[in-house]
């Protein structure tokens, strides 16, 4: 195939530009009249060695007029033409798979020859980028080489008005950044209100680059559009000083008990000193003296032991014990807090089964069996035993998110606090990330604990996972320098296989071995110490490092040393990607989060080659092997030298909690290791890869729930947005209106007459309080009928009696009328369902105590609320349906009720302001993308019960929503 697609390349030189633009067209032209999707795929594979050397021939043409033009404000000179390799690359995206090609390999070139390809469908083409700055830089860069072949393109930045978005959408192929194109999609379909306010415009074809990093990293994190939640609960304020006293209780605690085994461990009783200090793990892991013992071998290796021995099945009950010796005891790994006995007596001593939650179904159960009950009070104890369940799981929550708050959650470590509010710091790049917050109280907690003010909790308004924006794309591909050691989740979840294309020249790259010490400290010395010997030669150095703390220590250190050098925390991606460029300048030394400059080419200086190239330097393992050998690939591109050696410490988080520490501490001994010494061997390496490899399984394992989940929705919202959209095209809304009164009358009539005591007066109440038809038990006859019949009857009258209403009025007014009154149907209730969907994912895993698989219990349940949800939609529409045509006044009334954002995309004098977010829009991003929870096992620790809302209901004393300018009480509330 490539000597297929060079050939005609070959043959392409003898034609004109004119000529090589042609084709463009005439494939365009054709393609457009093949209507059959499947058919047209078909063809594009027929033509993809032409397209591809017409793009290769373009390429070439342009290099040879050394064309230049302008790519972000900078001059830049066309100088690239496709090698085979990238071909093959190309081949691959357009067959919708992952395209492993390794750093420096130009993989921004590779997708020009697929976009080129899928983009001749007129369809639409999407490339997906990490960040605003590449989407920009990748547009311009490559828009030289589609401008020539006749193609337009697009690039989508956050600050654009959704008039410009559409355009860039218009493009036969479209740059952005995932969560633009996500945040499109939400604001198009869930809160767009007609087709032209809509900016997409369908989704075809998409090469998501850097895709590790979008579908694995950023797994946990979907988008959310939100607004602040109509109410909270909770009582932070409240608990914090008692909890502030309980923590220090068990610092108290710890303390006492880790001298305790001190002195222990001092008389040679090792068994004794690890027990107590596995004591001091489970109450309080990040203890100091703990901490340091865990820098001793034989203490680290009884404290191991003393854990092991413990989780073992026949010490179950010591191990509670041992808990119950603690006030409460904190899991790290799993994020978890638990009260013991003690705790709760101290919290309430009164009554400490304030802080259990109350058997419910035995409750139930019992109530039930109860013979002296009526069925009434029956209901009104179940209810009241709910709602004392409800108040018990609210207080449980609270304090464990304090108690998770106060012990593993580290000022400057995972948050930072500025200018009032706690900010997190994204875990994965070391960046911080104003606006986003932790989920299900957890953030309030942390800001109680800072003593900043406590925030609203937010409510979701709309939300989608990247996953599964994704997978709307009728053919998706994606490309990265790192994708092989993931590829049974790519396969598994997204169906993406991954084909590894070799390099363009063979990799000259040096690994060196890990270098291991004891502590941290030892370990930055002789970080400081390579970097000071790279330099001292001229040799350039990259430093990775995995947050923005050890960037900044580093850099502190290396100011000491005065050691020149540049820090890059991803904050400032164009700055950064300049930065970067010049990273391989002779005696340059740059630090940077592994985040920071992703996408930017690192060119060696003159001379830098001979001196052994790029040097990079990782200063932790990742817990994701992915992520270094990604900042390994920064080096020896496109076969320049180059080598890479990464430092670890038995301090390191990955080390500490899931290092193979026995047998670490076992080589440790062997080797007698001093102070500053270190350690160094190939199957050392084997074993951190070992302890990463763990930590990718539990990771994926948590991924794969969370999109389980999010599967149940994600059906959901396939449907609720479809009707969406097609209320919002259709030319005849009314016969949407009559669908909905198709259905919804004959549900409501078995309602009240297919029971054993059919209720006709409460059927004729419904009516005349929905319809305007003045039944009468006499002019109605329903006993005289089946209820099929009935039905017939009913909808006879209800349509005839519209149709009278809105004869009188101007029918364009009526149409755009009809459609807003079921989208609002549709919005109203679908926030709240939202919710409700959240509460009932977080409720189920207390049910997971119950024995019951948590999936399952919130597949069914969500089946059932959604069930409700539509058929309160119609419902919702029925009723609006007569109070808001009768008159002008009503119209007004009507749209006032209508969420803000829905007003002002109407009103004509606010034309620019037409896409609902932008009532947010002078925030970034990460204000929209609230993290769902972002800690381990998102919703596992929770224990919410769900709430169940009633819907809002209009006061005795407010005006009547039918607008009739009465009060509520004294019009239709006279009867409801
Ligand atoms: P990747 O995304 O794969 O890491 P880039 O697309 O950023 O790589 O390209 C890396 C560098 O390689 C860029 O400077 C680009 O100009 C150069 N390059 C890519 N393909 C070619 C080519 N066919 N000929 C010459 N230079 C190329
Ligand atoms: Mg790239």
Known sequence: MVRRINELDEQFKSLSDDALRAKTAAWKEELSKISDPEEQWNRLDEILPEAFAAVKNAARRLKERRHSFSVCDQPMTWDMVHFDVQLVGGMVLHRGRIAEMATGEGKTLVATLPLYLNALTGRGAHLVTVNDYLARRDAEWMGALYNFLGLTVGCIQHDQEPDVRRQQYACDITYGTNSEFGFDYLRDNGMATTREQQVQRGYHYAIVDEVDSILIDEARTPLIISGPATISTHQYDKWKPLIEQLVRK??????????????????????????????????????????????????????????????????????????????????????????????????????????????????????????????????????????????????????????????????????????????????????????????????????????????????????????????????????????????AEFHDIYKLDVNVIPTNRPVARKDHNDRIYKTRREKYNAVINEIREHHTKQQPVLVGTVSVEASELLSRMLKREKIPHNVLNAKFHMQEAEIVARAGQPGTVTISTNMAGRGTDIKLGQGVPELGGLFVLGTERHEARRIDRQLRGRCARQGDPGGSRFYVSFEDDLMRNFGAADRMTKIMERFGLEEGQELEHRWLNKSVETAQKRVEQRNYLIRKRTLDFDDVMNMQREVVYTYRNEVIDSEEPRTLIYEVIDEAVPAKLKEYLEVDEPNYAGLIHWVNTTFPLGLTKDKAQFETRTVDENAQFLIGKVKEAYERKSSHEEPSAVKSLERYIILNAIDRLWQEHLYAMDALREGVYLRGYAQKDPLIEYKTEAYDMFVELMANIKNEVLHNLFRSTSNLQAFENFLASLPQFLLREDAPTARTASAPARVRQPQPVGAMAGVAMDGDGAGEMSIDLPVRRSLPKVGRNEPCPCGSGKKYKNCCGRTA
């Open 250 to 487: 068990q610092t108290m605690l710890c303390n006492r008990v880790a001298s305790e085994a001190a002195e222990k461990f001092e008389q040679g009783d090792v068994e004794t000193g690890g027990r107590l200090m596995f004591k001091v793990k489970l109450g309080q892991p990040r203890n100091k003296q703990l901490l340091r013992m865990m820098e001793d071998p034989d203490k680290r290796r009884a404290i191991d032991k003393a854990e092991l021995s413990f989780y073992t099945d026949t010490r179950k009950e010591e191990l509670f014990a041992l808990k119950e010796e603690l006030f409460f005891t904190i899991d790290e790994k799993s994020n978890e807090a638990d009260l013991s006995e003690q705790g709760r007596t101290f919290l309430n001593p009164d009554d400490p089964n304030a802080f259990v939650l109350p058997d419910l179904i035995n409750e139930f159960t019992e109530i039930d069996l109860d013979t002296t009950l009526s069925d009434e009070e029956k209901d009104k104890r179940k209810s009241e035993r709910q709602q004392h369940c409800d108040e018990q799981a609210e207080r449980i929550h609270n304090i464990s998110n304090l108690l998770r708050a106060y012990c593993v959650f580290d000022k400057d470590v995972q948050y930072v606090v500025e200018e009032n509010k706690v900010v997190i710091v994204d875990e994965f790049t070391g960046r911080k990330m104003p606006g986003r917050r932790w989920s299900d109280g957890l953030h309030q907690a942390v800001e109680a604990k800072e003593g900043v003010q406590i925030d609203r909790e937010t409510q979701t308004l709309a939300t989608i996972t990247i996953q599964n924006y994704f997978r709307l794309y009728q053919k998706l591909a994606g490309m990265t320098g790192t994708a092989e050691t993931e590829a």
